[in-house]
């Protein structure tokens, strides 16, 4: 995408821009525009709530920009479903072709960053670190949708996923009900994340999913 054409894709998202700072936000705080919102972005469901827990600057949430080139990005739709409360925590990017589907608590730590095309389902509690880093594809889902009763008592309760500081997570991972993560991992692509991986400084990935590598770091 060429200069020109960015420059008329941020004219074109200035109502939705306006609109989503308004709906959400006090008037103190919407007059700054902290959001940026693409006019690619589907904004399903408006309702819930939204907060910012750090200093406003214009345009330091983006939502439905970016360019991820394995993506036709004028085909990608970002979607955005609230009916539940999302927190930011500082700055986030939310690439095109995203989905936010929240009916629970949705936080998101600074410096939040997901590339495109991934997808966070929350019914009950996710939570994420700062300095995250989700690569595209990737899916975040804290519930089954359907009930699985074994003598009549549901066995498959929603339960919260955490997400610790500095996590990279590569393309196509999925991460499930009851996981934690903790900080400086990086899980590698493809990887099913299932139970409590807390051991830091490691990459994580394989099925069943195991430590791959220890005393890592990472940079974007």
């Not at 539940?84 to 690439?95: D, W």
């Not at 409590?196 to 974007?220: D, Y």
């Amino acid at each position: 995408m060429n200069r020109i054409e960015k420059a008329w894709l941020r004219f074109r998202s200035i109502p939705k821009t306006l609109y989503f700072n308004f709906r959400y936000l006090p008037f103190s705080q919407a007059i700054k525009l902290p959001f940026a919102v693409s006019s690619n972005t589907y904004l399903l469901l408006t309702k819930g709530k939204v907060h910012i827990n750090a200093p406003l600057t214009r345009g330091m949430i983006q939502i439905g920009f970016g360019e991820v080139y394995t993506f036709d990005q004028h085909r990608s739709r970002t979607m955005w479903c609230v009916d539940g409360e999302v927190t930011f925590e500082g700055t986030a990017h939310i690439g095109h072709g995203s989905r936010i589907h929240v009916g629970g608590e949705l936080v998101l730590g600074n410096n939040f960053v997901m590339t495109a095309e991934s997808q966070i389902i929350c019914n009950r509690q996710i939570k994420f670190g700062s300095d995250v880093l989700i690569s595209w594809e990737c899916m975040f889902m804290d519930n089954d949708f359907h009930k699985i009763m074994v003598d009549r008592q549901v066995v498959n309760d929603a339960r919260p996923i955490l997400v610790g500081n500095h996590v990279w997570f590569g393309c196509r991972c999925t991460v499930l009900k009851g996981s934690e993560i903790g900080d400086n991992i990086v899980v590698a692509a493809t990887s099913t994340v299932t139970g409590k991986h807390r051991q830091p400084n490691t990459i994580i990935g394989g099925m069943p999913l195991a430590v791959l590598k220890e005393s890592i770091e990472w940079e974007a």
